[in-house]
């Protein structure tokens, strides 16, 4: 569960890029399949193939752009996944502290430098 937590966001971008991808893959055959049947052609894979990859490269820079603005949004998201954890962190530590106080420990301070 860690990894996917630490991870997760690598995954989810990445599902996100090939299903663009993969959706600019169907639509655009397609759409070469009709062409090619309009103009009498054969459909033929090598030909397609240069053409998706031509369109793919013409589009990489949006590509890129739509995964740097997904990361923004990730980063901002960081912070809020981060806060939330920083809160339970501060009831556990209210626990152990409660805990101590009723078994007579010293507590340690909260401040990791002075300890």
């Not at 009498?40 to 998706?52: C, H, N």
């Not at 339970?88 to 420990?105: C, F, N, T, V």
């Amino acid at each position: 569960m860690q990894h996917i937590r630490r991870w997760g966001a690598v995954y989810l971008l990445l599902l996100l890029f090939v299903g663009s991808w993969l959706g600019q893959f169907v639509t655009q055959l397609q759409t070469f399949q009709s062409e090619q049947q309009s103009h009498g052609q054969p459909f033929l894979w090598p030909e397609y193939w240069s053409s998706f990859f031509a369109s793919t490269f013409e589009n990489w820079q949006s590509e890129w752009l739509q995964l740097v603005f997904q990361a923004i949004l990730l980063l901002g998201a960081k912070h809020w996944i981060f806060k939330v954890d920083a809160e339970d962190l501060e009831r556990i530590e209210a626990k152990i502290d409660h805990i101590q106080d009723r078994l007579g420990m010293p507590s340690l301070p909260s401040d990791p430098a002075t300890r």
